[in-house]
C-alpha cells in the first residue's frame, strides 16, 4: 500500500487566498489587456468566491448544536 506524501500548511487557507488575490490583481492592472488579463481576472472572481464560500462554512452559525 502507498501512502501519499503529507504535509501541514503553514498559513491558512484564507490567508492564501488573499495573498493570491491581492498578487493577480496587481497582475491583471499591469497587464496590457487581452486574452490574459480575462483569464487572470476569471481566476481571480474564482479565487474570490472560494474565499466567500469558506468564510461562511466557517462561520459561528453554521456549527453544530452542543
Known amino acids: 500500500m ?3 506524501r503529507r504535509f501541514k500548511q503553514a498559513t491558512s487557507f484564507q490567508d492564501r487566498l488573499s495573498a493570491f488575490i491581492s498578487g493577480a490583481r496587481y497582475e491583471a ?3 496590457p489587456g487581452g486574452a490574459d488579463e480575462y ?3 476569471k481566476k481571480i472572481r474564482q479565487a474570490e468566491t472560494a474565499a466567500n464560500i469558506e468564510a ?7 456549527q453544530p448544536p452542543k
Not at 56 to 62: D, N
Open 2 to 4: 502507498q501512502i501519499g
Open 39 to 41: 483569464e487572470l481576472r
Open 56 to 62: 461562511w462554512a466557517s462561520s459561528p452559525e453554521l
Open 29 to 31: 492592472n499591469a497587464a
